[in-house]
């Protein structure tokens, strides 16, 4: 289930095919800068990367290597008795396996600088708008707030000034769309494609965030979080 919410409240509700005759939802077009692996990780143990020595005086070779697999298997056994069996994990096929729950939300009357430092501190590049009330009416990216951490040009503080001290709401994408956290993920998938933004608020039918969904939590869902159940 989807909606889209914006300052006059719930907009639409229904299915990903007919968001697109919601005209106001724009679609967005910016390029995504990509987190890299950095040189400082240190690369998975393998047996494989241990670079081989003169031998020791000991047993042959093969007979060495069979006696060290099986204390290294000892050693794992020793290490797992005790420990509590991990619960079976379900494939994740909806909206809510991957969300990030309590997202940051700011309110439209909020100072884009004031914005723009939330955001930073949390490590998040976009969050719900909402009213008195708590329910979504917009999505702050922050690429579209001035780049208050650059200096500006000789002659263009005032400018600059009068840019970081605007309100979010002249600067959120409203309407926007939200999603259900029982949504299917594919669905889901295929509005973030159309629309080009980077995430949705997840919230109930009344319009409360109950979480966000962005593009990286699917992303890390299929990198590193198997089983992901998304064409059965």
Known sequence: MFF???PSGQMYRGGPENLS??????????PQALRTRTTDEAPAFSLDTLAPGPAPPGPPPAAAGHASLR??????????TGQPTPPTRQPLTRVRDVMTPRALTVRPDAIVNHAWQQLAEHGVAQAPVV?????????LLRADMAPLDLLPEPGHIQAAIALARRPVESVMVSPVPAVAPDTDLRRLATVLLETGLPGLPVTDDLGVPVGFVSR????????ADPPLDLWS
Do not use: E, N, P, W
């Open 4 to 6: 889209v919410f914006g």
């Open 21 to 30: 005759r919601i005209a106001s939802v724009r679609r967005v077009q910016r």
């Open 71 to 80: 204390a290294l298997d000892a050693v794992l056994a020793y290490a797992q």
């Open 131 to 139: 009213d008195a009330l708590g329910r979504v009416v917009g999505l």
């Open 216 to 223: 990286t939590d699917i992303l890390r869902a299929v990198a």
